[in-house]
């Protein structure tokens, strides 16, 4: 008889410190004799009850998903994920959440260029609009500076 896959055990998420947050996981150890067809992680914030976090679908039996992000709402917030599997009779049991994870976006400055906010150091030099930022031990002029 068919049944829902089991429970997986804890999922990891990271962040990259860039738009994504990547979160992994194992193959539950019971795929209710049924092919697994696809994931739900469900996710929140700190501030948002457990009941009405958001659920997102991936298809397939991949067992990573990077998740984007794609608003300054998101900076400097918490996020934690849970993640159940999906066969032919259903959704499994959701595993345990992850710690936390703090998203801190890029900052942009100018056009292309990219640094984490709080790794900024900038220094005005002579001429108009010209700034040199110092990105973790490596120097890098603005696009429009040269």
């Not at 991949?62 to 992000?69: A, D, Q």
């Not at 009779?89 to 801190?104: H, L, N, P």
């Amino acid at each position: 008889m068919i049944s829902v896959p089991s429970k997986l055990s804890d999922p990891v998420a990271r962040h990259d410190g860039g738009m994504y947050v990547t979160v992994k996981w194992t193959k539950p150890e019971d795929n209710g004799r049924s092919d697994i067809t696809g994931y739900v992680i469900k996710y929140g914030d700190r501030f948002t009850d457990v009941d009405k976090y958001d659920e997102l679908l991936v298809h397939g039996n991949r067992t990573n998903f990077e998740l984007k992000l794609t608003d300054d709402r998101n900076n400097r917030t918490s996020y934690r994920f849970a993640v159940s599997a999906v066969n032919s009779a259903g959704r499994g049991e959701f595993s345990e959440f992850t710690d936390y994870v703090c998203i801190v976006l890029l900052a942009r400055h100018r056009t292309t260029l990219y640094v984490r906010w709080f790794h900024i150091i900038q220094r005005h030099l002579p001429g108009p609009a010209l700034g040199l930022f110092e990105v973790f031990g490596q120097t890098a002029l603005p696009t429009n500076s040269v």
